[in-house]
């Protein structure tokens, strides 16, 4: 069953908007949850990440925002580039365990 | 720092053949893990080492799929013999411990084909 759901598989934004992906997880026992970021043809990397004692973690252009009580989370690019153009994946663990993936969602910046 | 390698990066073969996956992690990393990614999916783990000791491999399909990581290194993921589903991009990723961060570096991941 998936653990970890991102029911856009895709999403269009124009360069210098705001581009927001959501993730849904259902095991309340995730305790860690991060996003990835993969270009064709390479490994994801790693982006950011929050623990579940906080609601908010900001890098840069990058923030990711958690809700508990409503097994949320979402990350917001502000403001989009080209570059920033890939998928994006969601990803959730029990604290010392393995990664619970979503399907991801392909984000495409325009200019 | 060097990343995590991986080899070979693309793989041919014909179904009930045999295949080899190999991974070296980032130097000083204690945690490896090998993932299946399928087209379409996310990557799904298939097995957990913490040094050389498998701590999860409950969803690796052990009739078919074995992994090794001897000296608590460098890893291996076979398959024997390969069946058409196995067609995916295998992921290894590595991290420095179990406790700790929690983010795991990944490989640039071998991409199978199985005909």
């Known amino acids: 069953d998936q653990q970890v759901k991102q029911n856009s598989p895709s999403l269009s934004v124009q360069e210098g908007r705001i581009s927001i992906l959501n993730c849904d997880y259902t095991?309340?026992?995730?305790?860690?949850f991060l996003w990835y970021k993969k270009y064709p043809a390479e490994g994801p990397t790693f982006l950011i990440s929050i623990s579940s004692i906080k609601d908010k973690n900001e890098d840069g252009r990058f923030t990711v925002f958690l809700n508990k009580s409503a097994k949320h989370l979402s990350l917001h690019i502000v403001p989009s580039q080209p570059g920033d153009s890939a998928v994006y994946f969601c990803?959730?663990?029990?604290?010392?365990?393995?990664?619970?993936f979503g399907k991801g969602t392909s984000l495409l910046v325009t200019p | 720092e060097a990343g995590v390698a991986q080899s070979p990066r693309y793989k041919i073969i014909e179904k009930r053949q045999s295949v080899a996956f190999w991974c070296n992690p980032i130097?000083?990393?204690?945690?490896l893990y090998w993932y299946q990614q399928i087209l379409g999916q996310g990557p799904k783990l298939l097995i957990q080492f913490q040094n050389n000791g498998v701590v999860d491999d409950s969803q690796l399909p052990k009739d078919r799929f074995s992994a090794e990581r001897l000296k608590g290194v460098d890893s291996t993921l076979k398959i024997q013999p390969a069946k058409l589903e196995d067609s995916a991009v295998y992921l290894c990723?590595?991290?420095?411990?179990?406790?700790?961060?929690?983010?795991?570096?990944f490989g640039p991941g071998t991409r199978l084909t199985v005909l």
């Open positions: 130097s000083g990393h204690a945690t």
């Open positions: 095991n309340s026992m995730f305790d860690y």
């Open positions: 990723a590595s991290r420095p411990g179990l406790a700790g961060g929690h983010e795991q570096f």
């Open positions: 990803a959730a663990s029990p604290s010392g365990y393995a990664l619970n």
